[in-house]
């Protein structure tokens, strides 16, 4: 099927294009010669490996909130306040959390290289609703991008929405992988479809060895011959027998001179467990993320190095997701004035850039007593928080004790210890005072000399 192969006509829109590809259909066929079936969302997600590296990725970039800035003279204002901001960090809609938001488009991102949310304004409310990308369908005309969104119903109490186009400026649209265009991407249902089909394979054949007893296949010799109907009866016999769990344990005794010798691999035989770490390091490798983190490999992850965890899961893993993100908002979402004055959309990364609460409190301490941030804002970071009354009891007793270590430094010196911080003014002040004192008395003597 080529890329420009169906076109449509339409009153509304002229010379459409669809950009729909088999890249974005709801299922791939894998190609493999070993490995010949149907991968669709519902069975990739049962991959357990698959499944945990898509909510590790998607939940951990979920929780991050997504704020408005502005930059002026190389200061950063934030609007907690705007709609915008509210969208991407509270409620995404009346019903949809901006965390589910963010994590719907992450999966579909990740599994079928596209995502969509489509834009709703009223007034100065800015509202973000998720749409599935097997009900979106990028088209073109001569105007430029556009999108057919198929009628479609919710699960909660089943109100239909109507079949409707939305121009590209009222959607935001995210894509990976693009091989055709700039709105068509292509997800892991395509370019892994050999590694999950392997994996269901793999688990597949698991279950059955549980369900069928390890293996019932065998091979019955008999000396005497005998009849399809007891060849029929033995052979369901066996196979009850190997296939029900209550079995475990008990003997099968058969009569005559019929003989049954087993021809079974076990899993070790097929090194089934070597190859299922294989294809779970191969789901880490198309997801970007550390083996460790899928449960393979524990001994690279501990509690010591978390920080160096954290940091390469946000720059090698979350930082794409992150940019498509900002990108899409800020093209979407601001004006070309207000992008000129510097607004822009930019997620907060502080949580996983936090450290082990040891280094995180010597951190605030440090800067702290260099004078670079104030007593509120080192305990908001350590999270401990406190009331006014709290915080200027807390103002006293650190004035009190810097007095104190004061005092007693200069002390070892001087008769006089230093009653507060503005003393080396005042002494500066007195020292001023005795000079021109001095001055004075030193023109009337020459005076009176004269």
Known sequence: MGLFSNLLNSNAKQDVV????????????????????????????KIGALHQGINIIGDTLSAMPVYL????????????????????????????????????????????????????????????HYLPVDIVTPKKDSTGYYYEIQSYSTDVNGENYPQEIVDDIDMIVLVRNNKFNSVTGTG??????????????????????????????????????????????????????????????????????????PLSLTPTDIKLIENKIFTISEIARFLNIQKHLLNLDRSQGTYS??????????????????????????????????????????????EMLRLTPEDQANYMTNLYKEGICNLEEVRSVLGLGGDAETINEL???????????????????????????????????????????????SKEVEQTNE
Do not use: C, W
């Open 305 to 350: 190095n978390i920080t160096s965890e954290r940091m390469m899961l946000l720059q090698n893993t979350l930082t794409p997701y992150v940019t498509m993100f900002e990108s899409a908002l800020n093209a979407k979402l601001l004006t070309p004035q207000e992008l000129e004055q510097g607004y822009y959309f930019s997620f907060d990364t502080s």
């Open 395 to 441: 103002k006293a007793l650190q004035k009190a004790k810097y007095q104190s270590t004061i005092n007693q430094f200069m002390s070892d010196g001087s008769e006089t210890p230093i009653e507060d911080n503005n003393t080396s003014k005042t002494e500066t002040q007195a020292e001023v005072k005795d000079e021109e004192i001095e001055k004075k008395s």
């Open 188 to 261: 892991l249902l395509e370019y892994a479809s050999q590694v999950l089909g392997i994996s269901v394979e793999e688990s597949t054949y698991m279950i059955n060895l549980f369900r069928n007893g390890l293996s019932a296949k065998a091979l019955l010799t008999s000396k005497t011959p005998f009849k399809r109907e007891i060849k029929e009866q033995l052979k369901s016999d066996l196979r009850e027998f190997y296939s029900s769990s209550e079995n475990a344990g008990k003997m099968l005794v058969l009569e005559g001179d019929i003989n049954v010798t």
């Open 18 to 45: 669809s950009l729909n590809t088999p890249t974005t259909s709801s299922y791939v066929r894998a190609s493999s010669s070993s490995v010949n079936m149907n991968i669709d969302e519902d069975t990739a997600l």
């Open 69 to 128: 800035y502005k930059n002026t003279d190389g200061f950063d204002e934030i609007f907690l306040d705007d709609s915008r901001s509210r969208v991407m960090s509270n409620m995404a809609n009346e019903v949809l959390s901006s965390f589910n938001l963010k994590k719907s488009m992450v999966k579909d991102l990740i599994l079928h290289g596209n995502a969509y949310a489509k834009i709703v304004r009223e007034g100065k409310n800015i509202y973000l």
